[in-house]
Nanobody
Framework: QVQLVESGGGLVQAGGSLRLSCAASERTFSAMGWFRQAPGKEREFVAAITWSGLSTNYADSVKGRFTISRDNAKNTVYLKMNSLKPEDTAVYYC?????????????????WGQGTQVTVSS
């Protein structure tokens, strides 16, 4: 049973930082990503990274502020979020795919975590 467990969400003031973690139960994924979903909105792509860590992809809205990284020894992917804005408020989900390269569509990822809430106050 593949499991993805997120942690690190919370309440932060605008301009602050948070680091999300996603611990995976196995290390056979080709790529992992972060998505987010705000109330009343569709789930949207945030960032993705290949298992090697050599390639990454970001949504335009977070480029220059968020950094995705991974620690293969710990089977863990991170999302460091800096200069947070109120519009970054959402539930953040970790996702993984077994085959294929970086992808931005939620339908490309077969495995999902339970989500972690990030709230940015103004």
């Amino acid at each position: 049973q593949v499991q993805l467990v997120e942690s690190g969400g919370g309440l932060v003031q605008a301009g602050g930082s948070l680091r999300l973690s996603c611990a995976a139960s196995e290390r056979t994924f080709s790529a992992m990503g972060w998505f987010r979903q705000a109330p009343g909105k569709e789930r949207e792509f945030v960032a993705a990274i290949t298992w090697s860590g050599l390639s990454t992809n970001y949504a335009d809205s977070v480029k220059g502020r968020f950094t995705i990284s991974r620690d293969n020894a710990k089977n863990t992917v991170y999302l460091k979020m800096n200069s947070l804005k109120p519009e970054d408020t959402a539930v953040y989900y970790c996702a993984a795919r077994l085959n294929g390269y970086l992808a931005t569509g939620s339908y490309d990822y077969a495995y999902w975590g339970q989500g972690t809430q990030v709230t940015v106050s103004s």
